[in-house]
């Protein structure tokens, strides 16, 4: 497949912010120890932070190498500092420790109620010294909202089919309900079978059959309208990632539904018509707050008389919703520019404030993503070699391993979740 593929994008240091070492402020590196100090007197991981420092109860450990750039970037960025410090280099995992597994004592923190801070109250009020604000730029109207999905979705649409399965499907897949969380036995044979099971989840939930006209917003590399389209169903597939829509006619093409599906380059705002079925995968998270009215507005505003629409989002509590949505943390800066998970929560106070829809969650699948991405991170570090040969340099991989990484650790928690919502009118 990847010798059809467009052209790749060439990673260069201004695709992401600057990794160059932050200057040294000793009030704050003073800060930074501190807070490592009292993070880790009761957290079940190690952190050695040089040859006479270590931290922690034990259990997964991280040694840092470059102490002092360690400090200055988390007294400098509490959002991102850590993983930034990752990517320079300047931390790892002990050999035998896997990356997931010494992140998920620090997401099993954010997600126990009474752990849920990091740090005492009093050092929590000192945060706003270290905390950044989401940049006006990654705005999500029409010409924000292009540019920041770019960023990602047409990175390379070759990159992203050496650890996806050959669905190209780029969101939870779904195991069934004994999948459970032996991530160990994660195999890559089974992730194929489970993303089918998930968009047959979707299609049945929106009552897909043949004759239904079907909006498919987000549409991804087509997975889900062709899919649909084999059911018969007439798809009007959106996305506003040029890569990945030239890819998705290929592949609608190739599957021989080109005369049941059409792939429009077009903003969800920009939609017309009526349609039986309005279907959107893993697309809210990248809508911004700001438009959460106007996405559901437009999706009910899509369904004909007696039409159903199904979102797959992913989901956080909505305490760490409210307390988050106006930092910039390391993945607005880093991988999604412009997105904020929501809260079912908000969801559905949203929905009910400024739609007639009624939203309700139909399946969880938080387990199911942790397992997704255990799977595709072994992928991505298996398949290396044929990614950095595309022109992909040692700073992107470690961004991509912490990436996948750090969101198993948040699903693996439950931190993070993954729902499927039916969304009808009251």
């Not at 952190?47 to 040694?63: E, K, T, V």
């Not at 599906?261 to 998270?285: H, K, N, P, T, W």
């Amino acid at each position: 497949m990847t010798d059809l593929m467009p052209a790749v994008h060439q990673p260069e240091t201004e695709t992401w912010p600057t990794l160059a070492r932050p200057r040294s402020n000793p009030v704050r590196r003073y800060g930074a120890a501190t807070a490592i100090r009292l993070i880790a007197k009761d957290l079940p991981a190690t952190i050695h932070l040089d040859s006479n420092r270590s931290y922690g109860l034990g259990g997964p450990a991280m040694r840092v190498h470059r102490t002092a750039a360690f400090l200055d970037r988390l007294g400098q960025d509490a959002g991102s500092g850590f993983g930034e410090a990752y990517l320079a280099g300047d931390w790892d995992p002990e050999p035998g420790t896997d990356l997931a597994d010494l992140l998920v004592p620090f997401a099993e923190r954010f997600s126990n109620e009474e752990t849920r801070h990091l740090l005492p109250k009093w050092a929590q009020s000192l945060r706003w010294l270290v905390t950044r604000s989401q940049p006006g730029e990654q705005e999500n109207d029409r010409a924000g909202a292009r540019e920041n999905i770019s960023r990602h979705y047409d990175l390379s649409n070759a990159m992203f089919s050496e650890f996806l399965d050959p669905t190209l499907t780029y969101s939870a897949a779904y195991f069934g309900a004994d999948a459970g969380l032996d991530l160990a036995s994660a195999s890559y044979d089974e992730l194929t079978a489970a993303q089918l099971r998930k968009l047959d989840s979707i299609l049945d939930a929106a009552g897909v059959q043949s004759g239904s006209r079907v909006l498919d917003i987000g549409c991804g590399w087509a997975s889900l309208a062709i899919r649909a389209a084999q059911r018969g169903a007439w798809v009007t597939a959106i996305t506003i990632a040029s890569q990945q829509a030239l890819l998705a006619q290929r592949r609608i093409a190739e599957a021989g539904v080109g005369d049941r599906v059409q792939v429009a380059l077009r903003d969800y705002r920009d939609q017309i018509g009526e349609f039986d079925a309005v279907l959107s995968v893993e697309m809210i998270e990248a809508v911004g707050e700001k438009y959460w009215p106007v996405y559901f507005d437009a999706i009910e505003r899509r369904l004909a008389p007696g039409g159903v629409g199904v979102v797959q989002a992913i989901v956080m509590p909505h305490e760490r919703m409210l307390a988050t949505r106006n930092t910039f943390t390391w993945v607005q800066k880093y991988i999604f520019p412009g997105g904020l998970i929501p809260s079912i929560k908000v969801i559905e106070e949203v929905t009910a404030q400024h739609t007639g829809l009624r939203a309700e969650v139909v399946r969880h699948l938080g387990a199911d993503y942790a397992r997704t991405l255990r799977i595709w991170r072994n992928r991505f570090i298996e398949h290396w070699p044929a990614i950095g040969a595309l022109g992909f340099d040692d700073t992107f991989r470690r961004m991509w391993e912490f990436y996948l990484a750090y969101s198993e650790a948040g699903f693996r928690t439950g931190y993070l979740d993954d729902v499927q919502l039916l969304l009808t009118r009251r």
